[in-house]
């Protein structure tokens, strides 16, 4: 079940997403961001599902550093595996804020919509690193190593294109359509899971 749970966990977090927006009061798939869904009616919901995709990172980077099987990296992996899976908890607990279609403005963010922003900034500034280093660890492994160049694609695809949405937010540019910005930014990410995970999977069972 461990072996199976990181491969299904995107595929829930999807669904839970596109359900939760079809059903939630006055939430668009087209204008609310994915962490929006955390503050609506059914918030708990989302929450728990931020947590259930946490655990999945994590469970992945231990798979991933026991597929891999170099000692020399083997830190690195559950490092960047571990930092992603806190950083989808926080966000689980230090929730938005439910701002409207207007500029994105520090100064009229709360003091958790404030570490929420700068927490997903943070985020991004070392995501660089470890994209690269992923991809260099990817190759080591047969069974991983056709996924070198999409890990680089999928990964800077989603930097640049998170760079792209807080420009247009803090410009007020396309605002009433961030939300569905944000959800194609993150889905070759979540499809890149699933593909390693399904790999590792069909290996352990070969093997």
């Known amino acids: 079940m461990l072996r199976m749970f990181p491969f299904i966990s995107p595929i829930v977090f999807i669904l839970v997403v596109l359900v939760l927006g079809f059903v939630t009061p006055g939430y668009s798939h087209l204008n609310h961001t994915i962490?929006?869904?955390?503050?609506e009616k059914y918030g708990w919901l989302q929450s728990l599902n931020f947590i259930q995709l946490a655990v999945?990172?994590?469970?992945?980077g231990n798979h991933l550093a026991l597929h891999i099987k170099d000692e020399t990296v083997d830190e690195i992996i559950r490092g960047i595996f571990r930092f992603s899976s806190a950083f989808l908890i926080i966000a689980a607990f230090v929730p938005t804020d439910p701002i409207e279609n207007v500029p994105l403005d520090y100064t009229i963010l709360t003091p958790t919509g404030l570490v929420h922003i700068s927490l997903v900034t943070i985020f991004l500034l070392l995501s660089p690193i470890g994209i690269v280093r992923l991809s260099q660890i990817l190759i080591k492994a047969p069974e991983t190593a056709r996924y070198t160049r999409y890990t680089l694609i999928a990964g800077f695809s989603a930097l640049v294109g998170s760079g792209i949405w807080f420009a247009f937010y803090f410009m007020g540019?396309?605002?009433e359509y961030r939300g569905i910005?944000?959800?194609a930014i993150a889905?070759?990410?979540l499809i890149w899971l699933i593909l390693i995970n399904y790999t590792m999977m069909r290996h352990k069972h070969r093997v």
Do not use: C, D, M, N
Request: net charge positive; hydrophobic share 65%.
């Open 181 to 183: 910005f944000q959800k």
């Open 187 to 189: 889905l070759p990410v």
């Open 173 to 175: 540019v396309l605002l």
């Open 35 to 39: 962490s929006r869904l955390a503050i």
């Open 56 to 60: 999945a990172l994590y469970l992945t």
